[in-house]
């Protein structure tokens, strides 16, 4: 048990909907960082948070946004859900707000299916 | 461009057959390696992170290496309940962590 939590577990929305997937960061961690992880590939970047401010981001469009709270919770919120869109959401925490090189530890994560 | 790549994609191992998992990296400024292990629908569990070449770490049946180029994860005497997907990422300057596509592995009894 990592100590990140995310909901919710599974939900199914339909194209075009907006979603809000939620996370909960280790006791003591500020740093949030956000995957996406399709059926066979590895996780990919889609931002990360340190002390409430974007401070990295990958190849995503902005319809993928997010939001860390002063308890350093997080929120990650797709608008206009694409049928691609269908993945596992992961949310990770860590010490510091160095994106890399700092162990990150990943909560189960939020498995979105869009139809 | 930063670029991670696992081998094998898939590894079916017998209950006690040893084997390494490799993970080939590119990435400029290299500040981590680190190995997840991954169950089906589940989020990847923290194994190792190795810092410079000629680091290693063990955990049980798992030895994690690191070169310049890449890291081998072995598996000594495996079980069944080491079957999982593992995951392996480089971490480099400020860019944010790149995984590759993991390696599936399955021993059976």
């Known amino acids: 048990e990592t100590g990140v939590t995310q909901s919710p577990t599974h939900l199914i929305k339909t194209r075009g909907q907006q979603v809000t997937l939620r996370c909960s960061s280790q006791?003591?961690?500020?740093?949030v960082s956000w995957y996406q992880q399709a059926l066979g590939q590895g996780p990919q970047f889609i931002f990360q948070?340190?002390?409430?401010?974007?401070?990295g981001r990958g190849n995503f469009p902005p319809r993928f946004s997010g939001l860390q709270f002063p308890n350093y919770s997080s929120e990650l919120n797709v608008n206009a859900l694409e049928l691609d869109d269908s993945a596992l959401y992961l949310c990770?925490?860590?010490?510091?707000?160095?994106?890399?090189?700092?162990?990150?530890?990943f909560g189960e994560g939020s498995w979105l299916t869009v139809v | 461009e930063d670029q991670v790549t696992q081998s094998p994609e898939a590894l079916r191992l017998q209950e006690g057959e040893s084997s390494s998992l490799n993970c080939s990296y590119t990435?400029?400024?290299?500040?981590?390696l680190f190995w997840y292990r991954q169950d089906p629908g589940k989020g990847p569990e923290f194994l190792f992170t190795?810092?410079?070449a000629g680091e290693e770490k063990e955990k049980e049946r798992l030895k994690a290496t690191l070169t310049k180029k890449e890291s081998f994860l072995h598996i000594t005497a495996p079980k069944p309940e080491d079957s999982a997907t593992y995951l392996c990422?480089?971490?480099?300057?400020?860019?944010?962590?790149?995984f590759g596509k993991g390696t599936r592995l399955s021993v059976i009894a």
């Open positions: 006791s003591g961690h500020n740093t």
């Open positions: 990770a925490s860590s010490l510091a707000g160095q994106i890399s090189g700092n162990t990150i530890y």
């Open positions: 990422a480089a971490g480099s300057g400020n860019t944010p962590l790149v």
């Open positions: 990435v400029s400024g290299l500040r981590g």
């Open positions: 948070y340190y002390r409430e401010e974007e401070n």
């Open positions: 190795l810092y410079s």
